[in-house]
């Protein structure tokens, strides 16, 4: 694994890049690293602002991780009028690079450090998950959960049970105003809560402990569904219950 000092350089040299190429008008730091919240594990998120064509930019960006910086693999996320490359460097080195235009450079959260460039203070703030989504999912992933274990198909049942783990998690972030995403909050939920749901961890993938794991998760979900949306917790709640009892040996 690469070191704090390995992580530096590579963060020097993309403000050196940065600062020398006459397509990039701004740049800043997101994640932890712009808060002062980053650790020993923390990747790299930087944005740059591009005059011109993002395409041309990011191309030749590209070429020089791969030259200068010994990049192994990249892949893109989806990111609208901005684009979002994911490198992977030598020693397990992560940087996650953004190039938007320059009306799209500015913060959507207080994750954000400007190096240079003139920041734009008006960008809509990124979306948090829709808690009736979330909802939907849960009994989504329930159902889907018992008919997998009907069927005998043992792999595809312990998929659905673990993402509706997953998105009970982000349930209980998002009721208790907790980072939602990627379980960034899950440490901060309450021990209770975090003790029953590793009761909920498959052990081995057979019909009995799936029918364990998936009643015992089942019935996690409803207490969250009660804190979260009494409402629908009162529809849904019995058929949560009668789900639960048909997964029981």
Not at 49 to 70: I, K
Not at 120 to 132: G, H, Q
Not at 166 to 181: F, N, P, S
Request: charge should be neutral; include cysteine.
């Amino acid at each position: 694994m690469f070191t704090v000092e390995n992580r530096q350089r590579v963060r020097d040299r993309l403000l050196a890049r940065a600062r020398s190429d006459h397509a990039i008008v701004g740049a800043a730091f997101t994640g932890s690293l712009s808060v002062g919240t980053a650790d020993r594990w923390s990747d790299t998120d930087m944005v740059l602002a591009v005059h011109g064509d993002l395409t041309t930019t990011l191309e030749r960006w590209t070429r020089w991780f791969y030259e200068e910086l010994d990049a192994r693999h990249h892949w893109d996320l989806p990111a609208g009028g901005r684009k979002i490359r994911v490198f992977l460097l030598a020693g397990w080195i992560e940087v996650d690079m953004t190039f938007a235009p320059p009306a799209e450079f500015g913060p959507r959260g207080p994750q954000w450090q400007t190096i240079f460039g003139q920041a734009r203070s008006t960008l809509e703030p990124f979306t948090p998950p829709d808690r009736d989504t979330l909802i939907g999912l849960l009994w989504h992933h329930a159902l889907h959960s018992r008919i997998c274990i009907r069927r005998r198909r043992w792999w595809q049942a312990e998929h659905w049970i673990s993402a509706l783990r997953d998105h009970v998690i982000t349930l209980a972030c998002l009721r208790l105003g907790h980072e939602a995403a990627y379980a960034k909050g899950a440490h901060l939920l309450p021990d209770e809560l975090m003790a029953r749901l590793e009761g909920t961890l498959v052990a081995s993938v057979t019909e009995p402990e799936l029918n364990r794991a998936l009643a015992a998760l089942t019935a996690v979900a409803t207490e969250e569904l009660q804190r979260s949306a009494p409402a629908l917790a009162a529809r849904l709640g019995p058929m949560l219950a009668q789900l639960a009892d048909s997964a029981m040996p």
